[in-house]
C-alpha cells in the first residue's frame, strides 16, 4: 500500500516526489555515484536526496526486483555487486535481445524511425568528434547520448515486452560500461562503430546491423574483463 500523503501535502506532490527520487537515486546507482557493493545508509541518502526514511525505503524496494541494490541482512541497503560471472549472464543476454530488437526495428521502421536514428546519432557524434579532453570531461553527456543512440536504433521493434526486457538488462550493462571507459577511453574507434550500425540500419540490412551491433556489444565485455580484473570478483 503506498504511503499516504500527509494533510499538509496532497497525495499526487507526494507520488511525484517519490518517483523523482527513485529517479534521481537510479540514475546515480548507473552513473556510479555509489560503487557495485556500497552500503546505502539512510542518513547519507536523507542529506543526498532530501526526503524521509519512509520515500527512500520505497525507492530502493523498487530496485530491488530490477537487481540495482540489493538487501544486506539486518543491516539495509547495498548496491548490487558485480562480477565476471554475472557480466557473461547480462551480456549475452544484453547482446540477444538488442539482436532481435534491432533486426525487427530495421524491418519495421518507417521515415520517423530513420530520422530518430539520424538525429541520436547526431548528438552523438558531437561529442564523439571533441578532442580527446572535452570528452572526458562530457562523459555523462555520452553515457546518455549513447543510451539514446541505441534506444532510437531499436525503437520501431514491435514487441513491447522485448524492448521492456532490453531496456532492464542494458541498465545493468551501463555499470558495466563505466568500467569499461576506464580503460578504452571514447575515440575514433567507438565513433567508426556507431557509424557503421547506423549506415547499415539505415540502408534496411538487417543482418548486418545485428552483427555489426554484436560485434561492438561484445568488445565492451571484453575490455571490462582483460583489463579490469580488480573491479571483478569471480
Known amino acids: 500500500m503506498p504511503p499516504r500523503a500527509s494533510r499538509s501535502q496532497p497525495e499526487s506532490e507526494v507520488?511525484?516526489?517519490s518517483q523523482d527520487v527513485l529517479s534521481r537515486l537510479k540514475g546515480d546507482i548507473l552513473d556510479g555515484a555509489y560503487a557495485p557493493g556500497a552500503?546505502?545508509?539512510f542518513a547519507e541518502l536523507q542529506k543526498a536526496y532530501g526526503a524521509s526514511i519512509g520515500t527512500l525505503r520505497e525507492a530502493l524496494s523498487h530496485l530491488l526486483p530490477e537487481g540495482l541494490v540489493e538487501l544486506d541482512a539486518n543491516r539495509g541497503f547495498r548496491v548490487a555487486a558485480i562480477s565476471a560471472e554475472d557480466l557473461a549472464d547480462v551480456s549475452a543476454l544484453h547482446i540477444e535481445f538488442e539482436q532481435r530488437a534491432i533486426i525487427d526495428s530495421v524491418r519495421h521502421g518507417d521515415d520517423a524511425w530513420e530520422a530518430g536514428v539520424v538525429l541520436a546519432f547526431h548528438r552523438l557524434a558531437r561529442i564523439e568528434r571533441l578532442p580527446r579532453e572535452e570528452r572526458r570531461r562530457r562523459s555523462s553527456e555520452w553515457l546518455a547520448a549513447h543510451r539514446?543512440?541505441?534506444r532510437a536504433l531499436v525503437?520501431?521493434?514491435p514487441s513491447r515486452w522485448l524492448l521492456r526486457l532490453r531496456a532492464q538488462v542494458y541498465d545493468h550493462m551501463e555499470r558495466y560500461r563505466l568500467i569499461s571507459q576506464?580503460?578504452?577511453p571514447l575515440g575514433p574507434a567507438k565513433h567508426a562503430e556507431?557509424?557503421?550500425i547506423r549506415d547499415a540500419a539505415l540502408a534496411r540490412k538487417p543482418e548486418l546491423a545485428r552483427d555489426l551491433l554484436a560485434a561492438h556489444l561484445r568488445e565492451t565485455t571484453e575490455t571490462v574483463l582483460r583489463h579490469a580484473?580488480?573491479?571483478m570478483p569471480p
Do not use: M, S
Open 155 to 157: 525503437a520501431a521493434c
Open 229 to 231: 580484473p580488480q573491479f
Open 148 to 150: 539514446e543512440f541505441h
Open 194 to 196: 556507431h557509424e557503421a
Open 15 to 17: 507520488v511525484l516526489v
Open 39 to 41: 552500503r546505502l545508509r
Open 182 to 184: 576506464r580503460h578504452r
